[in-house]
């Protein structure tokens, strides 16, 4: 702590000091330049990027997983089923301004990043039922192309497990070893499984591969801890369910050789099938979860 | 020409239009009527009769330009006061002309509004302050002329009200007593508090005040604003007197009641000082009064010592004072939105230790002036 000096103020310091300082400021703002007051309604003030404010949904990048609508703590959104020309059928969110809280994590936790908060803030009217905004009064297909993107992207091979054929060739490729063959319980075929944080997103493994099942994608970091399916096969009817339901195209139904029982004519049935799941794509939003009707699927953390 | 000729030569002429129809009543009407409606013909063309009406007129045409001088001074207050703290003050209404016509908005605001009286004040006091408070302020006004024949005069020779000054000093006093009514029969705290700031106030800043007012009536050898300002035709009082005129100007200060000394309506401490209780247009009546008497004391402090009306003829007379009376009231201003306030025990230790010694100093300066004949 500093010494409290009792300071003898002068005359100069009482009176010619601060109406020295207000005469500085009336010059700058009167002579030199303008007051520093933003006259509202007709000036605007440049708000910063990362400003909270209405909505918009990039209907090209969201694949429709509801993730949004699961966090949202105020249950301000919901999934509207929508037919879209370009897009078919599909599911969007829509947000209601009148409780949202501008927290942001809808928009934190869309693993496309597909959800921004924009700096447009007047959304006050005269009724409520006006700023409870349909997903296609929130659709801004450009909005997030232009904005910094602030999340961390990964480059990583991407799965299509209908072209695979098992051939281990992109294993053989990989320079930091990360790739390794894991059989498919039952199934009688392996897929590749990535250990994803060796991974340098080199696209080797892509290049190689004969059947192109492989591609290389970016995919964003998530900030949260995605909850993944746990795969009961004992459960599971092969009815493909989950399949429909997955808005990621992470499942895939595979055929189990062997299990084929003969009808009753005597001729040879079809196969069993399972379903087998690629992480890589899963963004953990339970919807094969709730679909499945014979609890073939477990996941824990998610909402029934 | 006065302006008293003036005002004068219009009742005349309005006097004279009238009474056409009185003479022709008592032409028409028989007996008695017709002479008593020639009686009121003659008295209203008598001399006195119109002398009285035409300074009533003066006094109309002096209270009109008072106003718009109080008009323009708050919205100069305002403006100037947004800029040095670096916003815009009043824009939107009437924003063409800067925004002037806010004033007029927010009188009208306050005409709209409910007038109360507390219930448990008293009456008579409560209604009597502002009556006072407005009227000694109105009286202080009409005393000051503006140009050499532009004045409340009392006849076609006169010039100007004798002893005005001294007129005007004693009104512009009376302030503090109303103010000192005000807050006690609000019955209420801080209006009392105000009121009895008001009183101690005035006894640190009225000494000094009219030590270097008598200063001034030393060198100029008149009690007349006329009078004062041609002794200054030469040279402006402000040169030989800068002394006095700092202490003229920091006394004003105390007197009409700005920042570092307006102890009685102090925001921060009391509500609203003595005019808590006050709503409606009363209180705008105060708050109009309040920089009517700051255009007095600017009007006060030109006729003193800046040598009033006195400047180049390019620019008529009474527009002369005018520019100075703003010129001061703008310095007030500037001084009044810089400093903090200060406590009552300082103002005191102010008025005696500092300004009364000065105005003392500044009154041996006038005399010595003027027992070498200099003035």
Not at chain 1, 293 to 300: G, P, T
């Amino acid at each position: 702590m500093a010494e409290a000096k009792k300071k003898r103020m002068s005359t100069f310091g009482y009176v010619a000091k601060p109406m020295g300082r207000t005469i500085r400021q009336f010059y700058g703002s009167f002579v030199r330049g303008r007051p520093n007051t933003i006259l509202y309604p007709y000036q605007k003030l440049e708000l910063p990027p990362t400003y909270r404010g209405k909505h918009t949904i990039d209907f090209k990048r969201c694949i429709g997983c509801s993730n949004c609508v699961q966090i949202c703590p105020n249950d301000c959104m919901w999934m509207q089923k929508l037919e879209d020309p370009e897009l078919g059928k599909i599911e969007r969110p829509g947000i209601d301004m009148g409780r949202c809280m501008f927290c942001g994590l809808c928009v934190e936790v869309c693993p496309t990043v597909a959800i921004h908060e924009t700096v447009e803030f007047e959304l006050a009217d005269n009724l409520r039922a006006r700023i409870k905004f349909d997903p296609r009064e929130l659709r801004d297909d450009k909005y997030a192309d232009s904005v910094v993107e602030e999340r961390v992207k990964h480059t990583i091979p991407v799965l299509d497990l209908d072209k695979c054929t098992g051939c281990e060739k992109c294993a053989g490729e990989c320079p930091e070893m990360c790739i390794a063959m894991m059989p498919i319980e039952a199934a009688g075929k392996s897929k590749p499984e990535f250990t994803l944080n060796r991974c340098t997103g080199e696209g080797k493994c892509a290049v190689s591969c004969p059947e192109k099942a492989l591609t290389m994608k970016d995919v964003y970091e998530s900030y949260f801890e995605m909850p993944e399916p746990k795969f009961v096969l004992k459960k599971c009817t092969g009815c493909g369910a989950c399949v429909r339901a997955c808005p990621a195209d992470a499942i895939y139904m595979m055929e189990m050789p062997g299990t084929a029982k003969p009808t009753k004519d005597g001729k040879p049935g079809k196969n069993k099938k399972r379903a087998v799941f690629v992480f890589e794509k899963c963004v953990g939003c339970g919807k094969c979860f709730r679909s499945c009707k014979f609890d073939a699927i477990d996941m824990e953390g998610v909402e029934e | 020409m006065n302006l008293f000729q003036f005002c004068y030569g219009l009742i005349h002429w309005l006097v004279i239009l009238v009474n056409h129809l009185w003479y022709w009543l008592g032409g028409v009407l028989p007996g008695a009527l017709g002479d008593f409606f020639t009686g009121i013909g003659d008295l209203a063309a008598s001399h006195g009769n119109i002398a009285v009406f035409a300074i009533l007129l003066e006094v109309i045409v002096f209270v009109i330009i008072a106003f718009i001088n109080v008009l323009n001074f708050i919205w100069l207050d305002r403006k100037f006061m947004g800029r040095m703290f670096d916003f815009y003050g009043p824009y939107y209404v009437g924003y063409r002309i800067g925004g002037w016509l806010q004033n007029i908005a927010d009188g009208m605001k306050l005409f709209v509004k409910e007038i109360i009286t507390p219930a448990k004040a008293d009456k008579a006091g409560f209604l009597l302050a502002p009556i006072i408070f407005i009227g000694s302020s109105f009286l202080a006004l009409s005393t000051i002329p503006l140009g050499s024949n532009f004045g409340v005069e009392t006849s076609a020779h006169d010039t100007g009200v004798p002893g005005g000054a001294l007129i005007a000093f004693a009104f512009f006093a009376i302030a503090p007593f109303s103010i000192l009514v005000a807050g006690w029969s609000s019955n209420n705290k801080y209006t009392l508090i105000g009121g009895m700031r008001s009183a101690a106030q005035m006894m640190s800043y009225e000494i000094p005040l009219l030590l270097t007012v008598a200063s001034v009536f030393l060198l100029a050898g008149s009690f007349s604003f006329n009078g004062i300002i041609d002794a200054q035709k030469g040279i402006w009082f402000v040169i030989p007197l800068f002394l006095g005129f700092v202490v003229f100007l920091v006394c004003l200060m105390a007197e009409v009641e700005v920042q570092p000394f307006d102890l009685p309506e102090a925001e921060a401490e009391l509500v609203e000082g003595w005019t808590t209780e006050y709503s409606g247009m009363r209180f705008g009546l105060f708050m109009m009064t309040s920089y009517l008497r700051g255009y007095i004391g600017g009007a006060l402090a030109t006729a003193l010592f800046l040598g009033g009306w006195h400047g180049p003829t390019l620019i008529p007379e009474p527009i002369w004072f005018l520019i100075k009376a703003y010129i001061v009231f703008v310095v007030i201003e500037w001084a009044r939105w810089s400093l903090p306030r200060i406590r009552v025990d300082q103002i005191l230790n102010l008025g005696w230790k500092r300004l009364m010694p000065l105005a003392v100093v500044n009154l041996l300066i006038a005399a010595t002036f003027k027992t070498l004949g200099w003035f």
